[in-house]
């Protein structure tokens, strides 16, 4: 008989309750040492609460978790750290003024012994050498400020952190929102050294192109439902929007013709509170405008300076061609603009 590669992490049947709010409604989710595993669902699917409930933020109402096939409890995010279960966050959890390896054993510092208790930085130094080194860095990364680098370098020395802990299993929680292509790429060829030493990674992402690069299976969950389990590179990725949305695709970009309308919006020289270069756009009638870049370029800021929300500090905004001042979220109200914000953190 062959068998199958033995799950590292199973959870059977998992629910949870906020309340009367019923997020989770018994999950089943598997993972495996060495795959990425990604999970995938609409904001509000369960996600979250499924991996806080791993990492020992929240406690399960019901169900079971099995770590090497043996059931376990998570009561706390030390009991998930001691079966070697690690979280990169999107906000990291680093301090800039200390060195690359203060910064992987902070917390968990190695003592010399004896009645000083004094640190032993020669062996921690050593030991985030070779957890640098396993990502496919240079080793002298450990001696650097943590806060010289770039975004990008300090998830790797959060991922790092983790393999001085000995993590089989990391979590990373959209872990690319906040990196530019290159970091992207770096991120890549280090979560292909992990899977290589058999560490699994739970990924979560919207990104669809990401998940089809570097999953190995997609969990996709829907109203605290688990839909299925599918391997990435056999399914095709609008069968995967499907079973998120709950509902067939045919109608995704339905075909339109349309013109524009004339000019209805200008924004001129707009200097936003944290850039450095003011912004010019204009908007036809019609027009759906993007406004992209990375986390910090002050895309929100923009938004929030077009309602009145924060103060600009330079520039000009045109309603069908007539100048408006806009000090405060009713001036812009009163000139026809709406904001829609982003969704506010729990
Ligand atoms: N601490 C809490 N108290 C009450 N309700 C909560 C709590 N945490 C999560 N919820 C609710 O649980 C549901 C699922 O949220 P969850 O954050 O797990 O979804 P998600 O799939 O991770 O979404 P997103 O992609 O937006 O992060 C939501 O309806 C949310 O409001």
């Known amino acids: 008989m062959v068998t199958s590669v033995e799950s590292l992490l199973e959870m059977k049947n998992i629910k949870k309750s906020f309340n009367q709010n019923h997020v989770l409604k018994g999950i089943d989710f598997e993972v495996k040492p060495g ?7 609409e904001n509000g699917a369960g996600k979250s609460t499924l991996i ?21 409890q998570v009561h706390n995010p030390v009991d998930a750290m001691k079966l070697g279960i690690a979280t990169i966050y999107q906000e990291l959890n680093v301090i800039p003024e200390l060195k690359v390896y203060e910064n992987i054993f902070l917390g968990r510092e190695i003592k010399l012994g004896g009645k000083m208790s004094l640190l032993n930085y020669k062996k921690m130094r050593k030991e985030a050498e070779r957890c640098l080194e396993l990502l496919g860095q240079s080793p ?21 952190k983790a393999l001085a802990l000995d993590a089989k299993l990391i979590i990373m929680d959209e872990p690319t929102s906040s990196l530019s292509s290159t970091e992207v790429e770096q991120l890549y060829l280090c979560v292909e050294q992990l899977k290589a030493k058999g560490i699994a990674i739970v990924f979560i992402s919207h990104r669809l192109e990401e998940i089809r690069r570097m999953g190995d299976r997609i969990t996709i969950l829907r109203d605290g439902f688990k839909i299925s389990t599918l391997p990435v590179k056999t399914t095709e990725t609008d069968y995967w929007i499907e079973l998120m949305v709950g509902r067939a695709l045919e109608e995704k970009f339905p075909k339109q013709s349309f013109t524009l309308g004339k000019e209805g919006f200008r924004v001129e020289d707009l200097l936003v509170e944290g850039t450095s270069e003011p912004v010019n756009f204009t908007i036809r009638y019609g027009e759906i405008v993007g406004i992209s870049g990375l986390v910090g370029a002050g895309r929100t800021e923009l938004a929030r300076a077009i309602f009145g929300a924060d103060k600009c500090q330079f520039g000009k905004i045109f309603i069908d061609g007539i100048q408006v001042q806009i000090k405060s979220p009713r001036d812009a109200i009163n000139a026809g603009i709406a904001f829609i914000t982003e969704r506010q953190e729990k």
């Open 52 to 72: 806080k409930i791993l990492t020992g933020a929240y406690y399960k109402d019901f169900g079971e978790i099995f770590w090497e096939g043996k059931p376990v």
């Open 35 to 41: 795959e990425v595993h990604v999970l995938l669902g």
């Open 140 to 160: 002298e990364l450990a001696d650097k400020q943590l806060g010289e680098l770039g975004i990008g370098q300090q998830q790797l020395v959060e991922i790092a």
